[in-house]
């Protein structure tokens, strides 16, 4: 079974950092892109960031230059360097992986890790 695992969520004040952590696993999974998407309450979720395995990022313009997202290929594991956080910036952050199985497309989703940022 092919999935993903989020950690590092957690109450920051504005100007303040945080990192999370999305590890991939599965058999004979190949992950091509991982990214970051966040919902925050009453919001659609909306896109991040997201890095395939050439590491050539893509941000949304919100966060460009605040956010950096990086990969360890070795083990199927992304992760998100939040810097100078904003209360806009709360929300829950899912960590999504595309690949293939074989030769099946397979798209998983994590279950979420909640980043709240107030004063």
């Known amino acids: 079974q092919v999935q993903v695992v989020e950690s590092g969520g957690g109450l920051v004040q504005p100007g303040e950092s945080l990192r999370l952590s999305c590890a991939g696993s599965?058999?004979?999974?190949?992950?091509?892109?991982m990214g970051w998407y966040r919902q925050a309450p009453g919001h659609q979720r909306e896109f991040v960031a997201s890095?395939?395995?050439?590491?050539?990022?893509a941000y949304a313009p919100s966060v460009k230059g605040r956010f950096t997202i990086s990969r360890d290929n070795t083990k199927n594991t992304i992760f998100l360097q939040m810097n100078n956080l904003k209360p806009e910036d709360t929300a829950v952050y899912y960590c999504?992986?595309?690949?293939?199985?074989?030769?099946?497309?397979?798209?998983?989703w994590g279950q979420g890790t909640l980043v709240s940022v107030s004063s």
């Open positions: 890095i395939p395995e050439s590491h050539l990022a």
């Open positions: 599965g058999r004979d999974f190949r992950f091509v892109v």
């Open positions: 999504s992986a595309d690949g293939f199985q074989g030769s099946k497309y397979v798209e998983v």
